[in-house]
């Protein structure tokens, strides 16, 4: 595999073609033309066929099943080995599971039967038909097999509460999966959903109670990466190996697949072979190994969804389920703001046809535009493609655009790549065709490769997640902080409410905290911006900030939010420098330097004229200010900087008095910690 060319080589390896590769039986029948190739022996894969959209690119190694083969776990479980660093990790043991569970052999009686089903678990982070590995390969398994192909997707309200998940994240969900479900019902092929409500560890049971009920021969799913999910994943295969042995229960294939990332998690290992914990060497690497492997990692090798035979719609198990509603709401996450949020909701963030493809063909041919994009970022305007769309596009011009908060120069992709709307391969494909060489640019000179170093930055957080899982259980990367700090005491929770809605007497911060509360978004340099503020101006423990993102945004994602934090927190892996503050002030100047976004969104300092607006208490007086409906700054920032300083200073102090191994001490992450 691609990703584990750096990693050893498993000591005694699972041989292929044990029972989790078990391929449907050959027929002699000459399959149709957009039928993926019959397997012929017990080993091999089901053939994917190359997409037809993409015939005409120059495909390299397109139509190779490699790269299918290479993204499913089982394949990764038994070539790879990971470092002593990431032995105990979650994602260690789930591909240790994996190798259990195919010295395992099905009986014959349970060899997959012609009533079958075959399954795909949708799952909150794949929310597409096209470029989907699991998906893409569960449907050619049941092309093969000529078994009906189901969608399985499960609200686990559990998970949902102690994930922090925002009711805006999963209005969006509920949104695309009601046209998922449509662009499945075209091919004859259901979408289940199921609302479990009870224990969330009981989400394997459940499913696997599931599967044994439809008769199911194979379960396909994309990986997620954070711990819980890791764990309910390594719970079903582990129910399925007792069950292959008792003979009680659901035995049937499961298949696990890399697809949230470019290059997943655990692929790329320093020269030392361990994980990276710094970003610059990590995209240099990430760069070259996906420049050195395009046809893998560029090119669209996932197939297209195959339709089901219409006989589907009577079949005994799945002819009922075309009648399933797709609920509007989860019990407990409806939208605070009713319908005129959710109209709101729908405006900015659209779903449907052609969404995704619009938001980045506008991104990477049309120039940014005026401020109205405050109100909605994707509405569109009568703005033609630029000329020189390398240069001139926003994309193009990204390298300055990325840093001004009151002009259109980001994609405003996350949400739809947090959700799995569009494949990050799709978004690369495009930079790298934009670019037109031979390589994908990833260099800091061109607004190309600055963007692509973005989609870097999302991978690398990623195997961070997955390399020190205690990151996701509210522990500090870097453990010198790991209950150290003297964060200030809000006992009567005043600071953490006035950041919460905007009323810190900072009109950037204000500003952007507002943005988010109405748009469920907030633009990058303003997250780093009122990050910064919390943890540092008002010394409050960055955690309430990294939760409050995650019921907020409609982007939220549990590694780029909390790599988000921790680096302004500077407790994180490669984080901004603890005596680096951020002065909310000459921040604003630099971001909005018209103060046309603090204008925008603090409509009370509309009549502020000139650089006031980055500073109205500096030349403005309290009675003037409160004249106006806005609000004294409830910190001093230069008093707030010196103590945040100290504050720090005394952990490194205390570090150095009591040295560990504070960095890599992974080995036994505090549960009691955890916030599940
Ligand atoms: C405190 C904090 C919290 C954050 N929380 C999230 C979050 O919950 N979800 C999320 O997707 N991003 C998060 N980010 C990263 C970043 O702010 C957003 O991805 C970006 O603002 C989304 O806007 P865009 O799509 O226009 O980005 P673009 O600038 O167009 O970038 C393209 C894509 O690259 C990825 N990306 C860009 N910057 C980063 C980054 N710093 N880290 C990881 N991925 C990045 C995103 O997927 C983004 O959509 C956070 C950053 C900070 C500082």
């Given at each position: 595999m691609p990703g584990t060319r750096r990693?050893?080589?498993?000591?005694?390896?699972?041989?292929?073609?044990?029972?989790d590769s078990s391929p449907p039986a050959s027929t002699n029948k000459a399959p149709p033309a957009k039928r993926a190739r019959r397997s012929t022996s017990q080993d091999v894969k089901p053939k994917i066929k190359p997409d037809p959209e993409?015939?005409?690119?120059?495909?390299?190694?397109?139509g190779d099943t490699r790269f299918r083969v290479r993204s499913s776990a089982s394949v990764a479980a038994r070539e790879a080995t990971f470092p002593p660093e990431m032995v105990q990790t979650p994602l260690a043991k789930l591909y240790d599971t994996l190798r259990d569970l195919s010295t395992v052999k099905v009986e014959e009686d349970a060899k997959p039967n012609k009533d079958g089903v075959v399954v795909y678990w949708s799952r909150n982070k794949d929310l597409r038909l096209d470029d989907n590995t699991a998906l893409s390969y569960a449907s050619a398994v049941a092309q093969d097999m000529h078994l009906p192909l189901v969608v399985l997707h499960i609200f686990s309200i559990g998970d949902y509460k102690s994930h922090d998940r925002s009711p805006r994240r999963i209005d969006f969900q509920l949104r695309q999966l009601a046209y998922l479900k449509e662009q499945l019902a075209a091919l004859d092929i259901p979408l289940y959903t199921l609302t479990h409500s009870g224990n969330r560890k009981d989400v394997p049971r459940v499913v696997c109670d599931l599967l044994e009920e439809w008769g199911a021969t194979g379960l396909y799913a994309n990986l997620e990466y954070e711990v819980d999910e890791l764990r309910r994943d390594t719970e079903i295969l582990e129910r399925t190996k007792r069950a292959r042995e008792t003979g009680e229960g659901w035995k049937g294939q499961v298949e696990l697949f890399k697809d949230f990332c470019i290059v997943a998690p655990g692929e790329i290992l320093t020269k030392q072979g361990k994980p990276y914990s710094v970003y610059s060497p990590y995209q240099r690497s990430w760069l070259a190994q996906i420049n050195s492997h395009l046809g893998d990692y560029m090119h669209k090798q996932n197939g297209p969804v195959i339709a089901n035979p219409s006989s589907t719609r009577s079949h005994p198990v799945l002819g009922s389920l075309f009648s399933h509603q797709i609920p509007e709401s989860i019990p407990g996450f409806e939208l605070e703001g009713g319908e005129d949020e959710a109209s709101r909701m729908r405006r900015l963030w659209p779903v449907g046809d052609g969404v995704t493809e619009s938001i980045m063909h506008r991104f990477l041919r049309t120039k940014m535009r005026p401020a109205k994009f405050f109100e909605a970022p994707l509405e569109s305007e009568a703005d033609g493609d630029v000329a020189d769309p390398k240069k001139k596009s926003k994309i193009g011009e990204y390298c300055e655009g990325r840093n001004r908060v009151d002009w259109d120069g980001t994609s405003h992709i996350s949400p739809y790549l947090a959700a799995g709307l569009i494949s990050p391969r799709e978004c690369i494909r495009l930079a790298f065709k934009l670019a037109g060489g031979k390589e994908l640019p990833g260099g800091r000179d061109t607004g190309i490769g600055m963007w692509v170093q973005e989609i870097a930055w999302r991978d690398f957080y990623q195997a961070v997640l997955v390399a020190w899982p205690r990151v996701s259980m509210g522990k500090p990367f870097n453990l010198k902080y790991d209950g150290t700090v003297a964060w200030a005491m809000d006992n009567d929770g005043a600071k953490l409410k006035a950041w919460k809605e905007g009323r810190t007497g900072f009109p950037i911060v204000d500003a952007a905290m507002r943005s988010l509360k109405e748009q469920g978004y907030m633009h990058n340099r303003c997250r780093m911006i009122v990050a910064s503020f919390l943890s540092k101006d008002l010394l409050i423990d960055w955690r309430e900030g990294e939760k409050f993102f995650m019921q907020s945004l409609i982007d939220g994602d549990l590694g780029s939010n909390n790599g988000g934090w921790q680096w302004s927190a500077s407790t994180g892996c490669d984080p901004q420098p603890y005596f680096r503050i951020f002065n909310p002030a000459s921040?604003?100047?630099?971001?909005?330097?018209?103060?046309?976004?603090?204008?925008?969104?603090?409509?009370?300092?509309?009549?502020v004229k000139g650089k006031a607006i980055h500073d109205p208490s500096a030349k403005l007086t309290k009675k003037e200010i409160e004249k106006m409906g806005y609000v004294m700054p409830i910190v001093d920032h230069a008093k707030a900087r010196t103590k945040a300083i100290e504050a720090f200073k005394e952990c490194v102090a205390s570090a150095l008095l009591h040295p560990r191994d504070l960095v890599t001490d992974q080995s036994s992450p505090n549960r009691a910690a955890a916030r599940a």
């Open positions: 990693t050893r080589a498993t000591a005694s390896p699972v041989a292929d073609g044990d029972v993409d015939e005409d690119d120059d495909q390299g190694e397109m921040q604003s100047e630099k971001v909005d330097p018209d103060g046309a976004y603090i204008r925008h969104w603090v409509p009370e300092l509309r009549g």
